[in-house]
C-alpha cells in the first residue's frame, strides 16, 4: 500500500464544505494517513492555494507531529504549540493555525494539503513560516503524499 492522506470530510478533488471555510466555521478538517515508509520519525503538513491571485496563499503550516500518529483531528487548536510536541507556523494571515478557504470574488480554487515523512525530528520553533520548514526538512524527506480539495464562495 502506498502514503496516503485523506478526510471524512471531503475527497480527493470534490468540495471542501463550507464549514472549514471562513464562510463558516473556519475550523481546520480531519486528517487521516497510512502506510507511512520505515524510518518515519515525524510528519509535517503545509495546506495552501496556489490559485490565489497574488503569490501562493498559505493556509496551514503544523509539523513535528509524531511518528505514530495517524492523523489531525478536526478542529486543531490555533496555539502556536500542541499537544506532543506538535507545532504550528505562521500561515498567509500571519497567524498560527489553520485559516480555512476564502477565495475572492467566486472563483473556484484549490486547496492542496501535503503530508510529508520525515527520517528526523525537525528543531524548529512554533510559528516559523512555509519557507522554513521547507527548509529545514530539505533532504529529510523519505515520502510525500497530499489530499486536494476545491472551494468556491457563494
Known amino acids: 500500500m502506498a502514503f496516503g492522506l485523506e478526510s471524512t470530510a471531503f475527497k480527493n478533488g470534490g468540495s471542501i464544505p463550507k464549514k472549514y471555510a471562513c464562510d ?55 496555539q502556536e504549540a500542541l499537544e506532543e510536541g506538535i507545532m504550528q507556523g505562521t ?29 528526523v525530528k525537525l528543531d524548529l520553533r512554533p510559528g516559523r513560516r512555509k519557507k522554513d520548514l521547507e527548509k529545514a526538512m530539505r533532504g529529510h524527506i523519505l515520502a510525500e503524499t497530499q489530499l486536494m480539495g476545491l472551494y468556491a464562495r457563494a
Open 24 to 78: 463558516g466555521e473556519d475550523v481546520s478538517p480531519p486528517l487521516t494517513w497510512a502506510d507511512a515508509p520505515n524510518g518515519t520519525k515525524s510528519f509535517a503538513l503545509i495546506c495552501d492555494d496556489p490559485d490565489a491571485p497574488i503569490l501562493t496563499w498559505i493556509h496551514w503550516v503544523i509539523y513535528g507531529i509524531p511518528a505514530d500518529r495517524q492523523g489531525l483531528k478536526e478542529r486543531m487548536s490555533t
Open 91 to 119: 500561515n498567509s494571515w500571519r497567524r498560527p493555525g489553520y485559516g480555512g478557504p476564502c477565495p475572492p470574488g467566486r472563483t473556484t480554487h484549490r486547496y492542496i494539503f501535503r503530508l510529508y515523512a520525515l527520517d
